[in-house]
């Protein structure tokens, strides 16, 4: 069910009273609960989770460095021994002898071992050879061990044995000349030289790094079982291992490295456990911020609120403060406004209705005021003109007189208010009500000792308009100027034209008005005068208004007033147009 609220440009505003269960407050709360708080918990739940394979990534990545170093150290070190073993495959004496027939040389039965002794110059050249080769043995193309020479015994045809972390790797023999495969030479290497403990890169803590032959076995000691280094993941010592691998092919070695899981992941897993209480501490924050904001943002709301049912009332003079939010500053200073327009509107149509009362009241007030007030103020001056001048009785009969005048000149103030919703309006020339209304009020510039001076045009000045009724517009502002005016003041009434309207602007160097003042001059019944009427103003407004001008008024205090009416120019001068205006 839905309530609709008609606009007053004729659209409507639709309220579901449905969404007066929960309030504004309540509402935001919830918004920020679900927009901001859960998503904070989800990532914390998911950043949770992720702690495991962030440290599995990273402890890989360092696996994967750890090998390629190790590598380079492996490749590096066998290219320099590779160089010295060369050096022995090219030996004179080993060339000489694998080219040489096999019978040219006894052997013993049923052995693989020669029975001469290895040259001298053969023992020197392995005797050069860097220390890790501990043993080497030269033999035929078709498999006959020729020598084997040893760090361990001198004499040819001794065996050394080979310990259990010696590497076997063996390099074909190339005849100088044509370079034929006439040979093997193989040689016994100590593993620990390939890559040495001292040059191992730089890991984490526990890592393991081993090189294995070619059939899987150890040739270096390690900290854990080396038969479960074959794969990528472990258990060893209650934690679980992550291993990694890379083969080589000269020398035929497999590197491989491997260190504890638990150790890489710890740091994440705090991390991880620091960050989700962090987010479950800001999301609690967020929500008590929000909880008061919502407090201070609706209770801003709950002023307006009050303040609009106060208007609704009828108590236009509600202000709600200006806040700091944009949004609620914007309500409210809208809120101001409109109050202000709605009091601005009805103090118009007030001053509508009291125009309209005081033309009703001319009405009667010219009937039943005006004659009896003639006859009082002609007898008065029949007495004037018989006291004496020094008769006791002068001063109360020119006080009653000046009384009479006054009075007078409200009641035609009031019925002119009554005659001025309607002119009639033809061609004349501006200068003529102009100059007639200068020459009513010099009596009033005449008894300030101020001056009056008219600047106009030597051509005729031609508008549509009523002369009297701008006779009398001209004459109420030439009145305000004069009484404006302190002793020796000065004003001026000029005429301006300026593209489609004329313009009479008169100047004073008067007291000048305030803002205050300024704005209310329009108002009727509105004086600052004590024996003002306070309708001088308004009458003159609804005369400009009518011939299709308006009024404009600058003053400031103590420095004078300027006031400014513009009449529009009729539509052609060869006519004499007779038209009614109305307000």
Same mark, same amino acid.
């Given at each position: 069910?839905?309530?609709?609220? $008609?606009?007053?440009?004729?659209?409507?505003?639709?309220?579901?009273?449905?969404?007066?269960? =929960?309030?504004?407050? $309540?509402?935001?709360? *919830?918004?920020?609960?679900?927009?901001?708080?859960?998503?904070?918990?989800?990532?914390?739940?998911?950043?949770?989770? !992720?702690?495991?394979?962030?440290?599995?990534?990273?402890?890989?990545?360092?696996?994967?460095?750890?090998?390629?170093?190790?590598?380079?150290?492996?490749?590096?070190?066998?290219?320099?021994?590779?160089?010295?073993?060369?050096?022995?495959?090219?030996?004179?004496?080993?060339?000489?002898?694998? =080219?040489?027939?096999?019978?040219?040389?006894?052997?013993?039965?049923?052995?693989?071992?020669?029975?001469?002794?290895?040259?001298?110059?053969?023992?020197?050249?392995?005797?050069?050879?860097?220390?890790?080769?501990?043993?080497?043995?030269?033999?035929?193309?078709?498999?006959?061990?020729?020598?084997?020479? !040893?760090?361990?015994?001198?004499?040819?045809?001794? *065996?050394?044995?080979?310990?259990?972390?010696?590497?076997?790797?063996?390099?074909?023999?190339?005849?100088?000349?044509?370079?034929?495969?006439?040979?093997?030479?193989?040689?016994?290497?100590?593993?620990?030289?390939?890559?040495?403990?001292?040059?191992?890169?730089?890991?984490?803590?526990?890592?393991?790094?081993?090189?294995?032959?070619?059939?899987?076995?150890?040739?270096?000691?390690?900290?854990?079982?080396?038969?479960?280094?074959?794969?990528?993941?472990?258990?060893?010592?209650?934690?679980?291992?992550?291993?990694?691998?890379?083969?080589?092919?000269?020398?035929?070695?497999?590197?491989?490295?491997?260190?504890?899981?638990?150790?890489?992941?710890?740091?994440?897993?705090?991390?991880?456990?620091?960050?989700?209480?962090?987010?479950?501490?800001?999301?609690?924050?967020?929500?008590?911020?929000?909880?008061?904001?919502?407090?201070?943002?609706?209770?801003?709301?709950?002023?307006?609120?009050?303040?609009? +049912?106060?208007?609704?009332?009828?108590?236009?003079?509600?202000?709600?403060?200006?806040?700091?939010?944009?949004?609620?500053?914007?309500?409210?200073?809208?809120?101001?406004?409109?109050?202000?327009?709605?009091?601005?509107?009805?103090?118009?149509?007030?001053?509508?209705?009291?125009?309209?009362?005081?033309?009703?009241? $001319?009405?009667?007030?010219?009937?039943?005021?005006?004659?009896? *007030?003639?006859?009082?103020?002609?007898?008065?001056?029949?007495?004037?003109?018989?006291?004496?001048?020094?008769?006791?009785?002068?001063?109360?009969?020119?006080?009653?007189?000046?009384?009479?005048?006054?009075?007078?000149?409200?009641?035609?103030?009031?019925?002119?208010?009554?005659?001025?919703?309607?002119?009639?309006?033809?061609?004349?020339? *501006?200068?003529?009500?102009?100059?007639?209304?200068?020459?009513?009020?010099?009596?009033?510039?005449?008894?300030?000792?101020?001056?009056?001076?008219?600047?106009?045009?030597?051509?005729?000045?031609?508008?549509?308009?009523?002369?009297?009724?701008?006779?009398?517009?001209?004459?109420?502002?030439?009145?305000?100027?004069?009484?404006?005016?302190?002793?020796?003041?000065?004003?001026?009434?000029?005429?301006?034209?300026?593209?489609?309207?004329?313009?009479?602007?008169?100047?004073?160097?008067?007291?000048?008005?305030?803002?205050?003042?300024?704005?209310?001059?329009?108002?009727?019944?509105?004086?600052?005068?004590?024996?003002?009427?306070?309708?001088?103003?308004?009458?003159?407004?609804?005369?400009?208004?009518?011939?299709?001008?308006?009024?404009?008024? +600058?003053?400031?205090?103590?420095?004078?007033?300027?006031?400014?009416?513009?009449?529009?120019?009729?539509? !052609?001068?060869? !006519?004499?147009?007779?038209?009614?205006?109305?307000?």
């Amino acid at each position: 069910m839905t309530s609709r609220l $008609a606009e007053g440009d004729g659209g409507s505003v639709t309220i579901d009273p449905r969404g007066a269960g =929960l309030s504004f407050r $309540a509402r935001i709360l *919830l918004l920020v609960l679900f927009v901001s708080v859960v998503p904070l918990l989800l990532l914390g739940l998911w950043q949770a989770r !992720s702690t495991a394979r962030s440290g599995e990534e990273l402890l890989r990545t360092r696996l994967d460095d750890v090998l390629a170093q190790s590598t380079s150290i492996v490749t590096s070190r066998w290219v320099s021994l590779r160089s010295g073993i060369l050096f022995l495959a090219d030996d004179p004496a080993v060339q000489a002898a694998l =080219l040489a027939e096999p019978g040219l040389i006894s052997r013993a039965a049923g052995s693989d071992v020669l029975g001469g002794a290895v040259p001298s110059s053969l023992r020197t050249t392995f005797n050069t050879l860097d220390p890790a080769v501990s043993s080497a043995t030269i033999r035929r193309s078709s498999g006959e061990t020729e020598w084997q020479l !040893s760090r361990a015994e001198s004499a040819r045809g001794g *065996l050394s044995g080979s310990a259990a972390l010696d590497l076997r790797v063996e390099i074909p023999i190339h005849a100088r000349l044509d370079g034929r495969v006439v040979g093997l030479l193989s040689v016994s290497l100590d593993a620990k030289t390939l890559l040495p403990d001292r040059s191992t890169p730089a890991a984490a803590a526990g890592m393991v790094i081993a090189l294995l032959d070619a059939s899987g076995l150890p040739l270096t000691a390690t900290a854990v079982d080396p038969t479960i280094l074959q794969g990528e993941r472990f258990q060893w010592g209650g934690d679980e291992w992550l291993a990694a691998r890379r083969a080589v092919n000269e020398p035929p070695v497999t590197i491989v490295a491997a260190a504890p899981l638990g150790p890489f992941t710890a740091p994440f897993r705090q991390a991880a456990d620091r960050a989700t209480w962090l987010l479950m501490a800001v999301a609690l924050v967020g929500i008590v911020v929000a909880a008061l904001l919502t407090t201070r943002m609706t209770r801003s709301l709950q002023r307006l609120s009050r303040a609009a +049912e106060a208007v609704s009332s009828g108590d236009l003079d509600q202000q709600v403060t200006v806040g700091k939010g944009r949004e609620v500053a914007q309500v409210a200073t809208a809120f101001n406004s409109m109050t202000r327009n709605l009091r601005r509107t009805l103090r118009e149509l007030s001053n509508r209705e009291s125009l309209a009362a005081v033309g009703e009241f $001319a009405s009667t007030l010219a009937h039943e005021i005006r004659n009896p *007030l003639t006859a009082v103020q002609i007898d008065l001056q029949f007495v004037e003109d018989e006291l004496s001048p020094d008769s006791p009785l002068k001063e109360p009969q020119a006080k009653a007189l000046a009384e009479i005048r006054r009075l007078d000149a409200t009641v035609s103030d009031a019925l002119r208010v009554a005659r001025s919703g309607r002119i009639e309006t033809t061609l004349i020339d *501006l200068r003529a009500p102009l100059k007639a209304a200068a020459a009513a009020s010099a009596p009033g510039f005449d008894a300030r000792n101020a001056v009056l001076e008219l600047d106009l045009p030597t051509e005729p000045v031609m508008v549509g308009g009523d002369a009297d009724a701008l006779e009398q517009l001209f004459l109420n502002l030439l009145r305000n100027a004069a009484e404006a005016l302190s002793d020796g003041g000065r004003a001026t009434a000029s005429v301006v034209s300026s593209g489609n309207s004329e313009s009479v602007v008169f100047r004073d160097n008067g007291q000048g008005m305030s803002p205050a003042v300024r704005a209310r001059v329009f108002e009727p019944l509105f004086s600052t005068r004590r024996e003002g009427t306070g309708l001088g103003l308004p009458i003159s407004r609804r005369l400009a208004t009518a011939h299709g001008g308006s009024i404009e008024i +600058e003053s400031e205090e103590e420095k004078g007033t300027v006031v400014t009416v513009h009449l529009p120019l009729p539509e !052609s001068h060869d !006519s004499d147009p007779y038209r009614a205006r109305s307000l």
